[in-house]
């Protein structure tokens, strides 16, 4: 059985930086694909990012990129999700997910991933 537990999240001014990071326990993950997720009060999931199963590709939503950045370390079975210039409207729960076994590229949507994390709290104040 896979677990992600996600840490990181915290309040944060707005324009500073917070990393999320993935830590996954029960199998490598090294060769799936990965990504991050939001969901705001009241809203859907919503796709933030994605990341290759060797972190050669990465996919992010328009209001996050040049913003976000994700990357993992296979040997510490960890991925991460560094934001920069955070705003209000990026405070959400975020979620790290993991597509299944054998599922090494990008995945776009939440049928893509399998394993889903509890989630970490960002909360950007203005």
Do not use: H
Not at 29 to 51: C, H
């Amino acid at each position: 059985q896979v677990q992600l537990v996600e840490s990181g999240g915290r309040l944060v001014q707005a324009g500073g930086s917070l990393r999320l990071s993935c830590s996954a326990t029960g199998r490598t993950l090294s060769s799936t694909g990965m990504g991050w997720w939001r969901q705001a009060p009241g809203a859907e999931r919503e796709f933030v990012a994605a990341i290759n199963w060797s972190g050669g590709s990465t996919y992010y939503v328009d209001s996050v990129k040049g913003r976000f950045t994700i990357s993992r370390d296979n040997a510490k079975n960890t991925v991460y999700l560094q934001m920069n210039r955070l705003k209000p409207e990026d405070t959400a729960v975020y979620y790290c997910a993991s597509r299944g076994v054998g599922a090494s590229g990008l995945g776009y949507s939440a049928r893509d991933y399998y394993y889903w994390g509890q989630g970490t709290q960002v909360t950007v104040s203005s």
